[in-house]
């Protein structure tokens, strides 16, 4: 098994584990459990620690939304379409993608704040909410969106796309399409600027 595919498999039972388990429950013991490996060590030789293991599963899973969402929202470039494009985008990836996204609301709220501190505070902000901001920000520049607080709106968008996440575990039977519709909706009347 080449060294890239070992990385990949580690990182899948990782997002496996954190979406089952829990961020405080995840460990390398669960993680080498999940991915059916020898040892410990396994994890060791690829991933400096649990910061860094923590770090590339956050990345790989910010790379796949964000090659789900591109291919939805193809070559649109109208920047109100590419926002709430952006937030179905987001829902529907929720749907396919379940454990990712339990993996990403459970990084996104532990890591940067738990004791050992796995991932900076920074770059989880920044993958969480810094796209939304800067979308915001600039449609507010060109005069497509309203005078707000980007800083404001993205955190609101943010909870309400981790708020059907947080649902559809509870309720599988949950259509994440309405919920897409609805967010899509919602944000549109709050941040159009006529």
Do not use: N, W
Request: glycine share 6%.
């Amino acid at each position: 098994m080449t060294e890239d595919v070992r990385r990949r498999q580690i990182i899948d039972a990782t997002i496996a584990t954190i979406a089952d388990l829990g961020y405080a429950k995840t460990s390398f013991a669960r993680i080498v459990e999940r991915a059916d490996l020898s040892s410990t060590r396994m994890v060791s030789y690829h991933f400096a620690g649990k910061a860094d293991l923590v770090q590339a599963t956050l990345g790989t899973v910010v790379d796949r939304q964000d090659t789900f969402v591109a291919q939805r929202l193809g070559e649109e470039r109208d920047l109100g379409r590419l926002l709430l494009g952006q937030l179905t985008g987001e829902v529907a990836f929720l749907a396919a993608h379940p454990r990712e996204s339990a993996a990403l609301v459970e990084i996104g709220t532990h890591a940067a704040t738990a004791d050992d501190a796995d991932v900076s505070a920074q770059v989880v902000y920044a993958i969480r909410f810094g796209r939304l901001e800067r979308q915001l920000a600039q449609g507010i520049r060109h005069g497509v969106f309203r005078e707000l607080d980007p800083k404001v709106m993205a955190l609101v968008m943010r909870q309400a796309v981790d708020g059907v996440i947080l649902r559809l575990r509870r309720e599988p039977d949950l259509d994440p399409d309405a919920c897409g519709r609805e967010l899509t909706d919602l944000f549109d009347r709050a941040v159009r600027a006529d």
